[in-house]
T-cell receptor
Framework: DAGVTQSPTHLIKTRGQQVTLRCSPKSGHDTVSWYQQALGQGPQFIFQYYEEEERQRGNFPDRFSGHQFPNYSSELNVNALLLGDSALYLC???????????FGSGTRLTVV | KQEVTQIPAALSVPEGENLVLNCSFTDSAIYNLQWFRQDPGKGLTSLLLIQSSQREQTSGRLNASLDKSSGRSTLYIAASQPGDSATYLCAGHFAGGYNKLIFGAGTRLAVHP
């Protein structure tokens, strides 16, 4: 049984570019959340998707947007990349009423 | 404001020691608390999930407790091994309409032979 799958594993982008990260949730999970983890810090909540809609959003600018597809997979898009966007981006899946979260291995984004 | 704090930030112990990692939170209206392990540059591996109605959970050499009234959780690791070296994160899922995890900054554990 596959857990949460994220792609790509690593990514290097230039400041000002746009990036798309992808996530496939664990089988049986219909809710996807995205987190940003800067070096040496705990993950910070970006947003959560359920039934193809953004259900909740953390304190992140509109440059961060997302999408959920009918098969529950999700994308995170970041526009106009800044150096400060360099981080590990984690995807977590859960059931609609969460009873614990399962995380993927993350995508390491480096903005140069 | 809901906050989660972990103490200590880093810990170095010799192999075989029993150790306790601490996690405190400011909001007692908690649904559950989850402990994770993170190896350098990797994702999060769930270790234990404690529901608000539970006092503790055990898995192998790991035992986690939850005390809502005092806003504390502890992760106890028995007979530590070098393979336990990693960062340990606790995260709370709180009531109040916030359907997300709030994380502490983690405790970086090094177990040396």
């Amino acid at each position: 049984d596959a857990g949460v799958t994220q792609s790509p594993t690593h990514l290097i982008k230039t400041r000002g570019q746009q990036v798309t990260l992808r996530c496939s949730p664990k089988s049986g999970h219909d809710t996807v959340s995205w987190y940003q983890q800067a070096l040496g810090q705990g993950p910070q909540f970006i947003f959560q998707y359920y039934e193809e809609e953004e259900r909740q959003r953390g304190n992140f600018p509109d440059r961060f947007s997302g999408h959920q597809f009918p098969n529950y997979s999700s994308e995170l898009n970041v526009n106009a990349l800044l150096l400060g966007d360099s981080a590990l981006y984690l995807c977590a899946s859960s059931q609609q009423v969460p009873n614990g979260y399962t995380f993927g291995s993350g995508t390491r984004l480096t903005v140069v | 404001k809901q906050e989660v704090t972990q103490i200590p930030a880093a810990l170095s112990v010799p192999e075989g020691e029993n150790l306790v990692l601490n996690c405190s939170f400011t909001d007692s209206a908690i649904y559950n608390l989850q402990w994770f392990r993170q190896d350098p540059g990797k994702g999060l591996t769930s270790l234990l999930l404690i529901q608000s109605s539970q006092r503790e959970q055990t898995s192998g050499r790991l035992n986690a407790s939850l005390d809502k009234s005092s806003g504390r959780s502890t992760l106890y690791i028995a007979a530590s091994q070098p393979g336990d070296s990693a960062t340990y994160l606790c995260a709370g899922h709180f009531a109040g309409g916030y359907n997300k995890l709030i994380f502490g900054a983690g405790t970086r554990l090094a177990v040396h032979p």
